[in-house]
């Protein structure tokens, strides 16, 4: 069974840090990418991050490449958001995605996806 489960996120307050990991099983993790995605209340889901197999990345903006890193471990199947100096519109319930096409901040690139964990940034 594919799946991809998340874990990590809270409340916590502005400036603070919190650290995401995504669980994959079910899939050939070390050939895809994986993302990171995130969706405000009553906003669309939009890109944060992604992370090719060899570690290679994108950011959405240069203020999310700022403040967070994503990473993976193929060995273990999972990949990580750490997220630093939080601010309140980083808000959300943050997914994590795998997909086979390449480096790409495209939601309908990725094709696996998790249920998603909340990030609360309160000010």
């Known amino acids: 069974q594919v799946q991809l489960v998340e874990s990590g996120g809270g409340l916590v307050q502005a400036g603070g840090s919190l650290r995401l990991a995504c669980a994959a099983s079910?899939?050939?993790?070390?050939?895809?990418?994986m993302g990171w995605f995130r969706q405000a209340p009553g906003k669309e889901r939009e890109f944060v991050a992604a992370?090719?197999?060899?570690?290679?990345?994108?950011y959405a903006t240069d203020s999310v490449k700022d403040r967070f890193t994503i990473s993976r471990d193929n060995a273990k199947n999972r990949v990580f958001l750490q997220m630093n100096s939080l601010k309140p519109e980083d808000t959300a319930v943050y997914y994590c995605?795998?997909?086979?096409?390449?480096?790409?901040?495209?939601?309908?690139?990725?094709?696996?996806w998790g249920q998603g964990t909340q990030v609360t940034v309160s000010s």
């Open positions: 079910g899939l050939t993790f070390n050939r895809l990418t």
């Open positions: 995605a795998a997909g086979d096409t390449g480096l790409t901040p495209r939601q309908g690139d990725y094709d696996t």
């Open positions: 992370i090719r197999w060899s570690g290679s990345n994108i």
